[in-house]
């Protein structure tokens, strides 16, 4: 169980933010996939709102990344707020962007891996993975009706490699817990529930409309945040063994898949 039991999917990041203020100000923090009105920006507007001493906010498009950064100026004049362009399917990107973090901050406090993508078709890149392997922040999957079962001529479903990429992200917050651990450093998969973002922007309309009926509550992008900052602040978060967070923001085993030696 964590610290505040009582909250929900309707309970804010704001308000999460506002709880754990001491493990917020001071701190050096960055966020991946920040983009206006997706989970990225909730998420990083939350952190601002109590004071800490980096926000690094890192996307692949600078002009998205740009109108967030100049929000929270507006909203916290006295937030150190950095950009950071990074493609995550690029191992290029993400070496240049390692090294311009490191010119800025000396040591990170908290990392949300909050980019993601969803149902891209074959997107090859120099070291020949799938845009689907990329690891992304846990997004729910639940059973879906007939529309999601589409097959492309070559046999290609976009759902089931997004559904493997989800599986990827779990074996790999294991992988990661198991092997920080001994350096203090704790990892969580998380499931911010059913959040009204552009994420699914590519999606045809009779996609759209069947992603629309698996949730009954849609959060906004301000209570899609609020789980990922229960996993990064939260005290009573031990990082003990390797768990999932589920949107009612209490700690839930992880599947068998994740922890079965074969």
Known sequence: MTS???WGERTSGLEVAKVFAKQIEGRNVLITGVAPRGVGEGTAVAFASQRPKNLLLVSRTPEKIEAVASSIRAQYPEVSVKVITMDLASQASIRKAAAAVAEVIDT?????????????YLRFH??????????????PFPNMPP?????????YMPTIAYA???????????????????????????????????????????????????SDYWKTIDEGAATSLVAALDPKLS?????????????RGLPVFATARS
């Open 164 to 214: 493997q990429s989800k599986t990827a992200n779990i074996l790999f917050t294991v992988y990661l817990q198991k092997h920080l651990k001994p350096r203090g450093i704790a990892s969580y998969a998380v499931h911010p529930g059913s959040v009204t973002t552009h994420l699914g922007r590519q999606h045809d309309e009779e996609m759209a409309d069947a992603i629309s009926k698996v």
């Open 239 to 251: 990082g003990g063994i390797s768990e999932a967070l589920a949107r009612e923001f209490q700690r």
């Open 108 to 120: 990170l406090d908290i990392l949300i891996n909050n980019a993601g993508a969803t149902y891209l």
């Open 147 to 155: 529309a999601f079962a589409k097959v492309h001529d070559d046999g």
């Open 4 to 6: 505040n039991p009582e």
């Open 126 to 139: 120099d070291y020949n993975f799938e845009g689907n392997e990329i690891p992304e922040e846990e997004r």
